[in-house]
């Protein structure tokens, strides 16, 4: 075997090791390609903010372009969790509606909601004691400040008893109590799909997104909850119905161009649009569509987001998204880049380097230790019967 063939094996080895698993054996690796886009956004997000926010640094003087994408990325890239709200739409409404639309059996409700707590609460649970027990031995926190957090994160109402506030333990984590809400609704939410005219459910989910846009842009609440986010979740809903039709766009070099443009154009604005004024709560959710819908139906991007090492990474968003706050504020610690030679440009482009590589080598630990067999629907049963098989052989 050559070299190149064996580097080749050993590459795809450590793809398929980290590759993860679908209760239903069902991969959609477009998916997984928005994951990335979308995970990647939030964990540079937390870089820069914590690099030039909290770690104090400065950009020269006179650099403005370099000072407009800072300023862009520790503003805006946080949007990546409203993509993450549309991937959690089109997931959660596409057993509903395939069975909705091709008439296939309903899902069973109790493996429904079960299935949520086997594959999603262990990695988040375990985090959550990790992060607890960092804050108090560090003496960040003490134990009757740490306590009601605690549990507020644990209970997922973090939002509703703390409002205006980012969870103390893991401030990322408001954004799973928004996945909480849309998981108990889901079931409920994709009644819309039993409306039997394509073009009328269409219709309706378009106005449904509509009026959430709508109303958010007029309505102001003292506290985050599932009614900020409708919008982008249904957008979800809408990918889903277009999905279950199978239609990938055949097109010729021109509309390949343009199809690629759409995509590149909708995700710059969706990262680079100024927040702030009530445009921006409609161009949003516009380019939120626009980047999904060419990322599973348009050959150029469809390409991109299905690129292997894209889906890789975006498998593991789960453990990344909980764990890359810390690691981040670990690194930052470190001071490592501080002592580096060089100018402003090689010290920052190293910070992000060594940012990256920690968080994925953490993360993926995680992710083969914690989360990746919480991707076996069937973990606990073996579970169970694996502890029942060593009691008998103890007893015996």
Known sequence: MSVTNKFRNNIKTIFTIFSRTTSNNKFIPEIDGLRFFAISSVVLFHIFNHYFLKGGAVV?????????????????????????????GFILALPFATSHIKTTPRPNLKKYFWR????????????????????????HNTLSELFPHFFASFFYVHNFIYPGTLPLINGVTWSLEIEIQFYILAPLLTSVFMIRNKVNRRLLILLLILISITVNAYL?????????????????????????EGNVISMNKIKGLAHGAIGAVA????????????????????????????????????????????????????SIYLLHVYIIAFVDKLSITQHLPGEFYSKFFMH??????????????????????CMDKDWVKKLMNRLRGSRVTATG
């Open 220 to 244: 102001s609440l003292n506290f985050l909850s599932i009614i900020n986010y409708f919008h982008f979740f249904f957008i979800g809903f809408l990918m889903t119905d277009l999905y279950l």
């Open 60 to 88: 020269p003087e006179g650099h403005k372009v370099t000072s407009f994408f800072v300023h862009a990325v520790s503003t805006n890239f946080n949007r990546g969790v409203e993509l993450f709200f549309a991937i959690s």
């Open 116 to 139: 949520r707590v086997t594959r999603l609460e262990p990695p988040y649970v375990l985090s959550l004691i990790i992060f607890f027990l960092l804050n108090y031995v560090t003496h």
């Open 267 to 318: 995700l710059f604005t969706l990262f680079f649009f100024p927040e702030g004024d009530k445009l921006s709560k409609f161009v949003l959710p516009l380019c939120i569509g626009l980047f999904f819908y060419v990322c599973m139906f348009s050959r150029p991007w469809k390409t991109i987001s299905s690129f292997k090492l894209l889906t890789v990474i975006g498998g593991m968003c789960y």
């Open 352 to 373: 992000i380097i060594i940012c990256l590589i920690a968080i994925l080598i953490i993360s993926g630990i995680y992710f083969l230790a914690i989360e990746r067999p």
